[in-house]
């Protein structure tokens, strides 16, 4: 990783960390709607083993289908702490790790399932990061993502664009990231891509 990647990094990181404790409560609004589609990870991942990356607070925790064995990472401790207490709370055993998903340490083909939600918005070089869970995910395993992007409208798209430096300095997110193209890029193949709020929250399944 370069000197400009490790800055952006560490400060996407500290972004999380700061908001970690109020993270819930801003999200809340939000939260009815995004568990509809979180339900969803009950039914589709599938195991025995499961990686969910940017776990967050915890949210989809309630969503994880028995008998699957799940490690779950995160690059910001804050965070990180906020998902073991929801575990604790939850009396669910999963492998936390404090990890960025562009450098996994972990082996490779080691998960049938792995899974995200709202996370490579946030992740400096996505397509580091989904060639990263390529290389962990078993052959013919699944990815599992439910992600905002970038309005294919022209002028809704420019829109973003604007606004997107002022986000990402307020949140850490990109609000006009091209997820669709970056999976592709980093070598999975597409199966579904499903519109789940105009065309800005997608719903995504992808094989190695
Ligand atoms: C918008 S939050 C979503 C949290 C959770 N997935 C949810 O649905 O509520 C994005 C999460 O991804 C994590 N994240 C962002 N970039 C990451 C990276 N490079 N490696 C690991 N985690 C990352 C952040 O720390 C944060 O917890």
């Not at 568990?35 to 195991?47: M, T």
């Not at 990890?99 to 996994?104: A, G, T, Y």
């Not at 962990?136 to 599992?144: F, Q």
Request: hydrophobic content about 45%; charged content about 25%.
């Amino acid at each position: 990783m370069v000197d400009s990647e490790k800055k952006a990094t560490a400060t996407i990181r500290r972004r999380y960390n700061r908001m970690a404790f109020v993270y819930d409560l801003i999200e809340s609004p939000m939260e009815r709607r995004f568990a509809a589609w979180r339900r969803r990870l009950r039914e589709r991942v599938a195991g025995p083993r499961a990686l969910e990356v940017g776990v967050g607070t915890g949210k989809n925790l309630a969503y994880y289908p028995d008998g699957v064995s799940v490690t779950a990472i995160d690059f910001s401790p804050r965070m990180l702490a906020r998902a073991r207490a929801t575990a604790r709370r939850r009396g669910m055993t999963i492998d936390f790790h404090e990890m960025d998903v562009q450098r996994l340490d972990l082996p490779a083909h080691s998960f049938d399932t792995i899974f995200a939600t709202f996370v490579f918005c946030s992740v400096p070089d996505p397509v580091s990061g989904l060639a990263e869970l390529k290389r962990v995910c078993k052959p013919g395993g699944r990815l599992l993502l439910l992600e905002h992007m970038r309005p294919g409208s022209f002028w809704l798209g420019l829109l973003f664009d604007a606004l997107n430096p002022l986000m990402v300095r307020m949140t850490g997110a990109n609000i006009n990231r091209r997820t669709l193209a970056n999976i592709e890029q980093a070598g999975w193949k597409i199966d579904v891509a499903q519109p789940l709020s105009g065309d800005i929250v997608w719903w995504i399944e992808a094989t190695r």
